[in-house]
């Protein structure tokens, strides 16, 4: 019998469908040349960090005593630097939030880590609207919460409120969404976003409880076509953000990020304090010293979005001009499509059989779909195209040839 855990084999043993595509990627590049290879399977930003970033880090560096730059601080993060974060944030939304309403963390998932074990007690439930990032089941699970889970609205893909008011129970702690959405794209509208609170409201009121939304927020910064994102606790009195700069500076490796306790949350000061706390004991201890410094003096700073935009653009024009249904990505840097005959892992398969790697949207608890990461080289793409039409030829055969005969 092995002697690691019974859920890290079971981990183990469905490994994250996502990374084992990017292995699968590396291992065609192996064999026929990476230039033969068209993955679009990890979001991993392929845009560089702005300029500032570099500077700022080499001036730091320069300068500042190395002691307080490579030194433990609070576990909550440098003050001076919570307190720009949140003259940042009452700048864009017209708050008034102070430095010991926010905790720096390593990254959005540090940030739903440690409030997740902040609030959660064994058997409590987490709602959550399908699609959803996969990993959001093992940060539940952490903390011996349930996952329970709204399936997706495939008409508009955002959260089916009927369908949510059904889930509610008096187990129910906290109600997870993601907008823009991984890997929908969508943005959920401020209507929804009302309309979702009503629907808390009432629950807290039948189950006499607290019903905490978290607002996970990593794509904030990446909308196209003057989508705007709803500021969720200006609809939500009840909500906490979790925001990372993996995507909005390009610094995913960096692991820096956010979590905002308004105090329009109950209990709002020993909610923040259990999360600093957690903070420390969940490992995380705080946020990365040297990228904190270099974030109090980017915080205006932005990646050229202009890129994933004009990738959009040609994905999910050709990938329609060849006949498959796109969700209409207003957010992120996910394309989702539906695979032709409704199984998204057949379809996956027949993708990688021209070299071309997407992601199966059952690992997102939305079957029939799959998931295509447009934040790759727009030469990528270019070069892709003949394997994408010759899927294509494969899907729909003749009538992909009539429609061309005919146009």
């Known amino acids: 019998m092995s002697y690691i855990s019974e859920s890290m084999c079971q981990l183990l043993q469905?490994?994250?469908?996502?990374?084992e595509m990017f292995e699968e990627g590396n291992r065609l590049a192996v064999e026929y040349g990476r230039e033969q290879v068209y993955d679009y399977s990890l979001g991993n930003p392929n845009v560089p960090a702005p300029e500032a970033v570099r500077y700022a880090a080499e001036e730091i560096l320069e300068h500042e005593d190395p002691r307080l730059i490579h030194g433990y601080m609070s576990n909550a993060g440098f003050p001076e630097v919570r307190r720009a974060v949140a003259e940042s944030l009452n700048e864009r939304f017209q708050t008034a939030y102070t430095e010991k309403q926010l905790i720096m963390t390593a990254g959005a998932a540090a940030g739903l880590n440690i409030l997740l074990k902040a609030i959660l007690n064994p058997g409590d439930e987490v709602i959550v609207f399908a699609p959803f990032f996969s990993e959001y089941r093992n940060y539940v699970g952490n903390y011996g919460g349930k996952l329970v889970v709204?399936?997706?609205?495939?008409?508009?893909?955002?959260?089916?409120?009927?369908?949510?008011?059904?889930?509610?129970s008096a187990r129910t702690k906290a109600v997870l969404i993601n907008t823009p959405n991984n890997p929908a794209g969508v943005v959920y509208t401020a209507e929804t976003l009302r309309r979702l609170n009503a629907l808390i409201e009432e629950g807290e009121r039948r189950f006499r409880s607290v019903i905490l939304t978290i607002s996970d927020e990593p794509y904030r910064e990446l909308v196209y076509d003057g989508a705007e994102v709803p500021w969720v606790p200006a609809l939500i009195p009840h909500a906490v953000v979790v925001y990372s700069y993996s995507k909005s500076l390009s610094l995913p490796g960096e692991r820096i990020g956010w979590l905002?306790?308004?105090?329009?949350?109950?209990?709002?000061?020993?909610?923040?304090?259990?999360a600093t706390v957690a903070n420390r004991i969940c490992g995380f201890v705080n946020?990365?010293?040297?990228?904190?410094?270099?974030?109090?003096?980017?915080?205006?700073?932005?990646?050229?979005v202009a890129a994933y935009d004009r990738n959009r653009k040609l994905l999910y024009g050709v990938m329609s001009e060849l006949g498959f249904y796109c969700v209409p990505p207003q957010g992120a840097f996910y394309l989702l499509v539906k695979a032709p005959d409704g199984d998204d892992r057949n379809f996956a398969a027949l993708c990688k059989k021209y070299h071309v790697l997407v992601v199966p949207c059952s690992s997102f608890a939305c079957p029939g779909y799959v998931r295509m990461a447009y934040c790759v080289s727009h030469r990528m793409i270019e070069c892709s195209l003949p394997a994408l039409r010759a899927i294509a030829e494969e899907c729909f055969g003749s009538a992909l040839r009539a429609s061309r005969s005919s146009s």
């Open 287 to 304: 946020a990365p010293s040297l990228i904190q410094r270099v974030l109090m003096r980017c915080l205006h700073e932005r990646a050229d």
């Open 260 to 274: 905002l306790v308004p105090d329009t949350v109950p209990e709002a000061e020993a909610l923040a304090e259990a």
């Open 150 to 168: 709204v399936p997706a609205d495939t008409e508009s893909f955002q959260p089916d409120l009927a369908a949510f008011s059904g889930a509610l």
């Open 14 to 19: 469905s490994n994250s469908v996502i990374r």
